[in-house]
């Protein structure tokens, strides 16, 4: 007998087990009345997932790291349509700790549009995180918004 035909073979007798379970478990099952259909288990479905596998385990912690620094360090929120704009004190945190930060980021979260200005002659560094509809909610939470 060929390769093929044995896996074949194998295929066939899984697919008869597993026919076997499932007509085992839905004749030990109780029946509901025709009216009473079961409940259909409540799942939270988001578009937007991380990748956690994007980074290096020091990468990761590196990642963490900035993150922490960059919740802190916050000297304002300023919510929009599209997203929210996190300001900062450029003696609080860099230019290059937010390039850093976003560069990382988007490798695992690569739905955010991230946008850095260095406002006011200097004396205003914001990141703003943007993306497709439903962002902001994924952004509150990931990101400690607290609620007004």
Same mark, same amino acid.
């Given at each position: 007998?060929?390769?093929?035909?044995?896996?074949?073979?194998?295929?066939?007798?899984?697919?008869?087990?597993?026919?076997?379970?499932?007509?085992?478990?839905?004749?030990?099952?109780?029946?509901?009345?025709?009216?009473?259909?079961?409940?259909?288990?409540?799942? +939270?479905?988001?578009?937007?997932?991380?990748?956690?596998?994007?980074?290096?385990?020091?990468?990761?912690?590196?990642?963490?790291?900035?993150?922490?620094?960059?919740?802190?360090?916050?000297?304002?929120?300023?919510?929009?349509?599209?997203?929210?704009?996190?300001?900062?004190?450029?003696?609080?945190?860099?230019?290059?700790?937010?390039?850093?930060?976003?560069?990382?980021?988007?490798?695992?979260?690569?739905?955010?549009?991230?946008?850095?200005?260095?406002?006011?002659?200097?004396?205003?560094?914001?990141?703003?995180? +943007?993306?497709?509809?439903?962002?902001?909610?994924?952004?509150?939470?990931?990101?400690?918004?607290?609620?007004?």
């Amino acid at each position: 007998m060929t390769r093929e035909g044995v896996f074949a073979g194998r295929i066939k007798r899984v697919t008869a087990a597993a026919a076997l379970i499932l007509l085992t478990v839905s004749a030990s099952a109780p029946a509901l009345p025709q009216d009473q259909a079961p409940a259909a288990p409540a799942i +939270t479905q988001t578009k937007f997932y991380c990748n956690m596998k994007a980074l290096t385990p020091t990468g990761r912690a590196h990642h963490q790291e900035l993150t922490d620094k960059i919740i802190a360090a916050r000297t304002a929120i300023v919510a929009s349509e599209e997203g929210y704009e996190f300001q900062f004190a450029p003696t609080n945190i860099t230019l290059a700790e937010l390039a850093d930060w976003s560069v990382a980021e988007s490798r695992c979260c690569p739905f955010f549009d991230f946008h850095i200005d260095l406002e006011r002659e200097g004396t205003l560094l914001c990141l703003r995180l +943007t993306g497709q509809q439903g962002i902001k909610r994924f952004i509150r939470e990931e990101f400690q918004v607290p609620a007004k």
